[in-house]
């Protein structure tokens, strides 16, 4: 029996052996190993409640301001798990709206996705929804509606979902860092006209208030010497950050969740909105305290003061010792760049639609979650593709995919190489992108620009993958 076994593998073995690899294939298992293919539930339910609803909250500079919240907070609550353990949320709608939470950049299996009338019905106001799965990976992930989102998000639902490593590294302070800005009427409150011509035809709402974890005036206080962990993300409509941190050298370690391949000095990094950056800094002792300014610098000519990192000299600590978390298996796919593109999107705007304005992938404007037709795509799991972005309009366009990561290979033909994966690209006025990716979960996926006018205006599709 046992010597049978072994001629059957053997006869397999061959049979796989002898068949030429094609160069698809040949990528598609280099994946192996970069991170995993199924959850591994370890048993530990994490249960919780929450509630979307309006509040009015002292934010920005301390002012009341009315917004929408996930329990009465904005950033929502921090949902911090381990890896393996099986997030259980049980959410309820108070809103005037109906709404859902999508888990952005979490690897969900498909119906916990919250992609209204696809993946699930809207949760209508009064109703409940229970969104229950074990993430596959660790990392700093988001949550926020799918419903309406350019008016929803822009009110202040969405919160920080960050899955700890099963043993994660002793960082002195592990901390995030919201960035979000506001566009404010003159009654100091949110301006409540959502979708504007000028939002349309730009690059979105950029508001007039920049904040940081909903402040203006952010600070983190440490002590010298400390080693920390620092979790951005855009949370914002449309504004991009490109955050810089004037003598302090971060290196940053993740993107979008998951580790680069080796960590790598912070220079320019542009946060669109969806994007994560973890960053790995050791602050400087010193006798003295100091502050350090952090300063978006997107638009050089028009920086902004993000927050202040405030180092209290009088007790230095010594720098905790490991070594970098950013080791992860990212492959190079450098050859994807001579396998033709299965798919090309042109991205564009024309005039039309319930807007004025409609935003385009290949002359489609999505038409509402509940009139989505047929996928634009259909892929099989486990192969590899090469997608490619071609931005035919002068503005920005951050594209977002559900449910799966993806390598940028090229800008404009030119060969990127990145040390790490993604969950959102920014595409710069018309540019071109290339981006190689092995999908490994089956269902109806989303693919849409995260400038959230731009997604309500039409620039948003679905793929199926398959298998
Ligand atoms: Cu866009």
């Given at each position: 029996m046992r010597f049978r076994l072994f001629l059957v593998v053997s006869f397999a073995a061959l049979s796989v052996a002898c068949r030429p690899e094609t160069p698809a294939a040949r990528l598609a298992r280099q994946l192996r190993g970069a991170y995993p293919e199924h959850a591994a539930p370890r048993g530990v339910v994490r249960t919780f409640d929450i509630e979307a609803r309006e509040a009015e909250l002292p934010l920005i500079d301390g002012g009341k301001l009315r917004v929408w919240a996930y329990n009465g907070q904005v950033p929502g609550p921090e949902l911090r798990i381990r890896l393996g353990d099986t997030l259980r949320v049980r959410f309820t709608n108070r809103l005037p709206q109906p709404t859902t939470i999508h888990w952005h950049g979490v690897r969900v299996?498909?119906?916990m996705d919250g992609v209204p009338s696809v993946?699930?019905?809207?949760?209508?106001?009064?109703?409940?929804?229970?969104?229950?799965?074990t993430p596959k990976d660790a990392g700093t992930f988001w949550f926020h509606p799918h419903v309406r989102s350019s008016e929803q998000v822009e009110r202040g639902l969405y919160g920080v979902l960050v899955v700890e490593d099963a043993a994660p590294p002793p960082y002195s302070r592990d901390v995030v860092w919201v960035l979000d800005d506001w566009l404010l009427d003159e009654t100091h409150q949110i301006f409540d006209r959502f979708n504007t011509p000028h939002d349309l035809m730009h690059d979105g709402r950029w508001g007039n208030f920049v904040t940081v974890n909903g402040r203006t005036d952010a600070r983190l206080d440490t002590r010298g010497g400390e080693r920390i962990r620092l979790r951005l993300l855009n949370a914002s409509n449309g504004r991009i950050y490109a955050p810089e941190f004037p003598g302090l050298e971060p290196q940053i370690i993740a993107v979008d969740g998951l580790y680069l391949a080796r960590a790598i000095p912070?220079?320019?990094?542009?946060?669109a909105p969806g994007n994560r950056l973890d960053l790995d800094i050791t602050l400087p002792g010193g006798p003295a305290s100091r502050s350090f300014p952090v300063t978006d610098q997107f638009y050089p000519a028009r920086p902004n003061h993000l927050a202040d990192v405030v180092v209290d000299g009088a007790a230095p600590t010594a720098p905790p010792r490991f070594a970098s978390p950013a080791h992860a298996r990212v492959p190079a796919w450098s050859e994807?760049?001579?396998?033709?593109a299965t798919k090309e999107f042109r991205l564009d705007a024309r005039r039309g639609g319930?807007?004025?304005?409609?935003?385009?992938?290949?002359?489609?404007?999505?038409?509402?979650h509940e009139h989505h037709g047929a996928p634009m795509l259909t892929l099989e799991r486990g192969g590899w593709v090469r997608l490619r972005f071609v931005n035919a309009s002068y503005r920005l366009h951050p594209i977002h995919l559900h449910g799966m990561f993806f390598r940028l290979l090229a800008r404009n033909g030119a060969p990127v190489d990145e040390p790490f994966f993604r969950d959102t690209v920014l595409?710069?006025?018309q540019e071109t992108i290339d981006i190689g990716l092995v999908p490994l979960d089956p269902g109806k996926w989303m693919m849409h620009c995260h400038i959230l006018e731009h997604a309500e205006a039409g620039m948003?599709?679905?793929?199926?993958?398959?298998?």
């Open positions: 299996p498909n119906g993946t699930q019905p809207p949760v209508e106001p009064g109703g409940t929804f229970t969104y229950e799965f912070l220079e320019r990094f542009e946060l994807g760049l001579q396998i033709p319930s807007y004025g304005i409609e935003w385009t992938i290949n002359g489609q404007a999505f038409a509402g595409v710069h006025s948003m599709t679905l793929f199926e993958v398959r298998g």
